[in-house]
């Protein structure tokens, strides 16, 4: 985090107590939103004092990444316009982008996905000669991308929820709601060596943890964890900057569409409460609905 940043947050926290007379809850709440988007911002801008609207952009993709519910987010977005209508007040900056982050198009996004190839190179990243954790990795790489898993669901899997002898395994999606999803052949792999091979070394160190992927210190990895790894990897395999753990959910659906899955299939496998959340991805398999056409339309 910029010690500049830094310092404004801490600056803007005493101006809305001491000034503002907010209650405590809202205190504790901005400063929670704010040391979110400090943590973000160390990696995806390059001047918080000007940040661009594509930029911003990408914070909303991060926030919902971390699978924060559509209220989450609006809170988030509240801190933030504050917080820079702070800045604007002391001068430290001129810029009002964030005010426009209201704008409807900036939700609407057709999500981002990859090519098989792109997700093939992303999934090959961790290696065994430059890696120490890279068995760990790899399986949540081909976890993420054979479930279509949250990030949340992911650092939230139990070793109890899993069957590898029956190539799947139950994850505990939004509100708490429990869903069965299957494990291709390479995701097995994966989760069986990395289950022989490091996390006993690594659970060693805290014998009580529950959850499948751990950290060097045995205890469960936290989405903001995932996140910089993931990112790590992306890095690596040279793909799109803005390639997050969710573009591997958005991959997932759209690779099974693209296959002729079926959507109410696709909103099961993504535990969609609402078909309308996976209608989503049918706009992005264009080339195939294009083929479609020309095979069956008279004058296609």
């Given at each position: 985090?910029?010690?500049?940043?830094?310092?404004?947050?801490?600056?803007?926290?005493?101006?809305?107590?001491?000034?503002?007379?907010?209650?405590?809850?809202?205190?504790?709440?901005?400063?929670?939103?704010?040391?979110?988007?400090?943590?973000?911002?160390?990696?995806?801008?390059?001047?918080?004092?000007?940040?661009?609207?594509?930029?911003?952009?990408?914070?909303?993709?991060?926030?919902?990444?971390?699978?924060?519910?559509?209220?989450?987010?609006?809170?988030?977005?509240?801190?933030?316009?504050?917080?820079?209508?702070?800045?604007?007040?002391?001068?430290?900056?001129?810029?009002?982008?964030?005010?426009?982050?209201?704008?409807?198009?900036?939700?609407?996004?057709?999500?981002?996905?990859?090519?098989?190839?792109?997700?093939?190179?992303?999934?090959?990243a961790?290696?065994?000669?430059?890696?120490?954790?890279?068995?760990?990795?790899?399986?949540?790489?081909?976890?993420?991308?054979?479930t279509?898993?949250?990030?949340?669901?992911v650092?939230?899997?139990?070793?109890?929820?899993?069957?590898?002898?029956g190539?799947?395994?139950?994850?505990?999606?939004?509100?708490?709601?429990?869903?069965?999803?299957?494990?291709?052949?390479?995701?097995?792999?994966?989760?069986?060596?990395?289950l022989?091979?490091?996390?006993?070394?690594?659970?060693?160190?805290?014998?009580?943890?529950?959850?499948?992927?751990?950290?060097?210190?045995?205890?469960?990895?936290?989405?903001?964890?995932?996140?910089?790894?993931?990112?790590?990897?992306?890095?690596?395999a040279?793909?799109?900057?803005?390639?997050?753990?969710?573009?591997?959910?958005?991959?997932?659906?759209?690779?099974?569409?693209?296959?002729?899955?079926?959507?109410?299939?696709?909103?099961?496998?993504?535990?969609?409460?609402?078909?309308?959340?996976?209608?989503?991805?049918?706009?992005?398999?264009?080339?195939?609905?294009?083929?479609?056409?020309?095979?069956?339309?008279?004058?296609g």
């Amino acid at each position: 985090m910029s010690a500049a940043l830094r310092e404004d947050i801490d600056a803007f926290r005493h101006y809305i107590q001491a000034e503002r007379g907010l209650a405590d809850n809202t205190l504790l709440a901005y400063g929670r939103d704010l040391d979110r988007f400090a943590l973000w911002a160390a990696d995806g801008l390059d001047d918080y004092l000007a940040p661009t609207l594509r930029e911003l952009g990408r914070y909303i993709e991060f926030l919902r990444d971390e699978g924060l519910a559509p209220p989450s987010v609006a809170r988030h977005l509240v801190a933030l316009k504050v917080f820079y209508r702070f800045l604007k007040l002391e001068e430290r900056t001129s810029e009002s982008t964030v005010e426009l982050l209201a704008s409807p198009g900036l939700w609407q996004r057709i999500p981002q996905v990859l090519s098989p190839d792109a997700v093939n190179r992303l999934l090959d990243a961790p290696l065994g000669g430059a890696d120490r954790y890279f068995l760990r990795d790899r399986a949540i790489l081909e976890m993420m991308y054979a479930t279509g898993c949250r990030a949340s669901e992911v650092v939230g899997l139990k070793t109890a929820d899993l069957a590898l002898d029956g190539a799947f395994c139950k994850v505990s999606g939004k509100g708490s709601k429990q869903r069965l999803v299957q494990l291709g052949r390479p995701a097995v792999n994966a989760l069986r060596l990395y289950l022989e091979r490091l996390r006993p070394r690594l659970a060693a160190k805290a014998p009580d943890t529950a959850e499948v992927f751990v950290s060097k210190g045995g205890k469960a990895l936290s989405r903001e964890m995932l996140w910089v790894l993931v990112k790590k990897y992306v890095r690596r395999a040279g793909l799109n900057a803005r390639v997050s753990p969710h573009t591997l959910r958005h991959s997932f659906a759209t690779h099974l569409l693209a296959g002729g899955a079926d959507l109410r299939a696709v909103q099961e496998l993504l535990g969609h409460s609402s078909i309308q959340t996976t209608q989503q991805y049918t706009h992005v398999d264009r080339d195939r609905l294009r083929a479609i056409h020309r095979r069956f339309h008279p004058r296609g």
